[in-house]
């Protein structure tokens, strides 16, 4: 099943915060986040695995909440180049050896514009 | 280190012809996928391969889509007839089987049916 995101667009100003939160149904064993400019490719920026590890972008942070099912991308001192679609990816599990992935089911994304 | 390369990026084709896509993934990725993306919304898995095996097709409509990934390196996605509703983006997608997770996509092949 499809995790929500919230909000589903958001406008800031060069410098602004803004905080992206996704939510799902089903027990998570990571949550990756990727972001997307219009015409191109998504581009990785995050995964957080159950357990607390996290590893990504050394300007974006984000957090998991294993018990809610939820994760929230943060963006601080927000830059132009941050403008974009971004989408939470869950996924919901894993072989029992961990040497393989499970399903990575996508939100319907948050569109980010930054204005100067 | 080249990326995930995808062809043809755009097609425009009419409804009930035959298209396909092909998709080379980066050296050494075990696993590639397959989405798709419609207007707005988020990647939707067609496929997953591991190796030449095709781990998830769970969400491939098995009756006019098909897809290979022959010698497990490159793989093409076909439609046979294209449906107007099959307007979208082809996203391709590889990554390392035992890596973090992190899935290099290509940029997608574009497809609208008239």
């Known amino acids: 099943q499809q995790p929500v995101q919230s909000p589903q667009a958001v406008i800031l100003r060069e410098g602004e915060d803004a905080v992206i939160n996704c939510s799902s149904s089903?027990?998570?064993?990571?949550v990756h986040w990727y972001r997307q400019k219009h015409g191109e490719a998504p581009v990785f920026l995050m995964i957080l695995l159950k357990g607390g590890e996290q590893k990504g972008h050394e300007k974006i942070s984000a957090s998991f909440n294993e018990k809610k099912q939820q994760s929230s991308l943060y963006l601080t001192a927000s830059q132009l180049s941050y403008s974009g679609t971004y989408f939470c990816g869950s996924m919901t599990s894993a072989n029992a050896g961990g040497t393989s992935y499970g399903k990575l089911t996508f939100g319907q994304g948050t569109i980010l514009t930054v204005h100067p | 280190e080249a990326g995930v390369v995808q062809s043809p990026r755009y097609k425009i084709i009419e409804k009930k012809q035959p298209v396909a896509f092909w998709c080379n993934p980066i050296s050494g990725h075990n696993t590639l996928y397959w989405y798709l993306q419609n207007l707005g919304q988020g990647p939707e898995l067609l496929i997953r391969?591991?190796?030449?095996?095709?781990?998830?097709d769970s969400q491939l409509p098995k009756d006019r889509f098909s897809a290979e990934r022959l010698k497990g390196v490159d793989s093409t996605l076909k439609i046979q007839p294209a449906e107007l509703g099959d307007s979208a983006v082809y996203l391709c997608a590889s990554s390392y089987r035992d890596s973090t997770g992190e899935l290099f996509f290509g940029e997608g092949s574009r497809l609208t049916v008239l």
């Open positions: 391969y591991e190796n030449e095996e095709a781990v998830d």
């Open positions: 089903k027990a998570l064993y990571s």
